[in-house]
């Protein structure tokens, strides 16, 4: 699935013009990356928690060549599905 048929699903169970779901998925999807942007945590219960993340610094290297390169420590977003989630895709 992608933003154009979550919008479109989101349109279908809600009854909302397709204009109006695409507000209401732009406005969730902007909300979680400001949080996650200032190093909070979004947690929506029953689905999942979106985090941030530190990654160490290492030594990764150039696949064409096999040169050494440094990669430097950074932040990365994550997530972690919810107990609801996790029942819904086993079955």
Not at 3 to 28: P, Q
Not at 35 to 48: A, I, N, P, Q, Y
Request: charged share 25%; aromatic share 4%; net charge positive.
């Amino acid at each position: 699935m992608n933003k154009s048929n979550l919008i479109d699903t989101v349109s279908a169970k809600t009854g909302l013009s397709k204009a109006a779901a695409e507000r209401a998925v732009n406005a969730f999807l902007g909300a979680v990356a400001d949080d996650l942007s200032k190093g909070e945590r979004v947690t929506v219960s029953g689905f999942g928690t979106f985090e941030v993340r530190k990654r160490k610094a290492r030594v990764g290297r150039i696949p064409q060549t096999g040169k050494p390169v440094a990669i430097p420590e950074h932040l990365t977003p994550a997530f972690v599905a919810g107990e609801g989630l996790r029942k819904s895709v086993r079955g």
